[in-house]
Nanobody, 124 residues
Framework: QVQLVESGGGLVQAGGSLRLSCATS????????MAWFRQAPGKERQFVSS????????LYADSVKGRFTISRDNAKSTVYMQMNSLKPEDTAVYYC?????????????????WGQGTQVTVSS
């Protein structure tokens, strides 16, 4: 498994932006598809976005499409999530996740390794 550490969360006003980072260690980063999930209070963890091992292919939840952008830097073993035009409903704990193989998976059980999460709060 790979170890994941998220950072970059915080409090922002609606319409603002944040950039999340997920630093990895332990295994060869370029072998893993990466994803971001989020979990709001009282709700199930849900898929936000994923990216292929090369970074050339991405997938987004409809709720964030056009506002969030996932990217990765294999030289730095880090995946990012640029979040623009934030809304109060984006408030959640955001988790980074990794899986070997394809990026085209949206289920929590499809991912093997998880970070501890970073809180994002969007005020109205």
């Amino acid at each position: 498994q790979v170890q994941l550490v998220e950072s970059g969360g915080g409090l922002v006003q609606a319409g603002g932006s944040l950039r999340l980072s997920c630093a990895t260690s332990g295994r060869t980063f370029s072998l893993y598809a990466m994803a971001w999930f989020r979990q709001a209070p009282g709700k199930e963890r849900q898929f936000v976005s994923s990216i292929s091992v090369s970074g050339g292919l991405t997938l987004y939840a409809d709720s964030v499409k056009g506002r969030f952008t996932i990217s990765r830097d294999n030289a730095k073993s880090t995946v990012y999530m640029q979040m623009n035009s934030l809304k109060p409903e984006d408030t959640a704990v955001y988790y980074c996740a990794a899986r070997g193989g394809s990026y085209y998976y949206k289920g929590v059980d499809d991912y093997d390794s998880w970070g501890q999460g970073t809180q994002v709060t969007v005020s109205s």
